[in-house]
């Protein structure tokens, strides 16, 4: 057993923050061997429990969940910042080019290490990832993830039209390699696989029936995919399923609707669909540095709430602009106060952590399982530092309030504030 004595941070079953400004938390084995937090709380109340237990002293430093990105794509660690016209320019101008690289398994295997670093750096410690359409891209970053003990969830790219020679899959064949990555790795330690249709307009309707078969076979497998970024594309799906009645339909027509299955941006929806999503229990990742980037639009969260869909927070690097889990949960503020073309709300300091910690994990079906530090969870979390910077020094000496502690950091956060990175199997930095 390990324990660590902080300030610490994690979140009640009402989604509410709870801050311990002197606490204690006491990591080890349960009973199948998984380190998870044996007990979390005051130090005060606590320390008396565990006569003669090491405890390292980070006083001055806040123990908190390590965050999950819902939504990320490791082949495009180098597209990231790439200047386009768009989403389409840009799938087709830097995204395609960089992913055809992918067939090389060495290729694959170098960004893989340099991604896994990147969120180890800042302090993310779940990923549900995009690989590419090549099945190598998903054993490399598998091998990686299984080495580092990260709880890690990925899927080969099914797209088999409209993409250019080198991401193009076979449509037959590519279903077969999903049912083998599937059997390869899904549940393999903290693994798991994802069914990965890039989005609706790159398959056809064969392939898209295939997934939703494997779907309905392992029901335990995740589904990752996009709807609703912008409105060309919106158009452009309904051009090509015509029988649908929208393009978030088009999902549900073939099966991908479902626990598990978690869609990318959901900026274009209507009422229907945002009930057809929580009538389902289809989760929607909001990636709010991409929208902004790419001038998609604005994710309604007063109508994602009235209709009762869960979502939680995500980088969509390389569309999105950083992989630190603040400059999302900032944008993410921005994305909210907007209020020109939906009602504009002030999301709260614990609302935006939760939807990257506890509320991506509860999104994932991981819930009681990572995102937080209450006892019995696994203990993949971030040791942060708040005097990382002079002004961020500054700010958190002055705050008065939780709240003002964790927007200070939201605000004025990123990689640098991130002093260590524990993964319930190992530790990195
Ligand atoms: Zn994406």
């Not at 995204?95 to 290490?113: G, K, L, M, N």
């Not at 549900?252 to 941006?265: C, Q, S, T």
Request: with cysteine; glycine share 10%; hydrophobic share 40%.
């Amino acid at each position: 057993m390990r324990a660590y004595r902080a300030a610490i941070l994690r979140f009640a079953d009402d989604h509410s923050p709870l801050y311990e400004a002197d606490g204690l938390l006491v990591v080890g084995p349960d009973a199948q061997g998984r380190r998870v937090v044996r007990a979390v709380g005051d130090h005060a109340a606590l320390v008396g429990n565990y006569p003669g237990l090491a405890v390292e002293d980070l006083r001055g430093k806040l123990i908190a969940p390590g965050f999950i990105d819902l939504h990320v794509h490791y082949p495009q660690t180098d597209v990231i910042g790439a200047p386009a016209a768009g989403l389409l320019p840009w799938l087709e101008n830097y995204t395609f080019p960089h992913e055809t690289r992918f067939a090389d398994p060495a290729h694959a295997a170098e960004v893989a290490e340099v991604f896994l670093d990147e969120l180890a750096r800042h302090g993310v410690t779940t990923a549900l990832a995009f690989s590419t359409s090549h099945p190598a891209s998903v054993d490399a970053i598998f091998e990686k993830a299984r080495a580092r003990g990260l709880r890690f969830i990925t899927g080969k790219v099914l797209q088999d039209r409209h993409s250019p020679d080198g991401v193009r899959d076979e449509t037959e064949q590519s279903l077969i390699d999903t049912e083998a990555l599937i059997q390869r790795w899904h549940g393999v330690d903290r693994l798991g696989y994802a069914i990965t249709p890039r989005f609706a307009p790159t398959s056809t309707p064969a392939q898209l029936r295939g997934a939703g078969e494997l779907a309905a076979k392992y029901p335990d497998v995740w589904i990752q995919s996009h709807v609703a970024e912008n409105r060309d594309e919106v158009r452009w799906a309904a051009e090509l399923f015509p029988e649908s009645r929208s393009y978030l339909g088009v999902y549900g027509d073939f099966g991908l609707l479902r626990e598990r299955a978690v869609y990318a941006h959901c900026i274009h929806l209507d009422q229907a669909d945002r009930e057809l999503m929580a009538s389902t229990g289809t989760v929607a990742a909001v990636s709010p540095t991409s929208n902004l980037f790419l001038g998609s639009g604005f994710f309604d969260y007063a109508a994602a709430d009235a209709a009762g869909m869960r979502y939680g927070l995500a980088s969509d690097v390389g569309g999105g602009t950083s992989f630190s889990p603040f400059h999302t949960m900032l944008a993410a503020y921005c994305v909210g106060r907007e209020g020109q073309t939906k009602p504009g709300l002030s999301l709260t300091p614990g609302q935006l952590w939760w939807q990257h910690t506890a509320g991506a994990a509860r999104a994932l079906g991981l819930e009681g399982v990572v995102g937080n530090l209450q006892p019995g969870h696994e203990a993949d979390f971030v040791v942060l530092n708040p005097q990382a910077t002079p002004l961020l020094a500054r700010k958190t000496a002055q705050a008065d309030s939780l709240d003002e502690l964790l927007f200070a950091l939201i605000v004025l956060g990123d990689d640098r504030v991130v002093e260590r990175t524990t993964i319930a199997a190992a530790q990195h930095r």
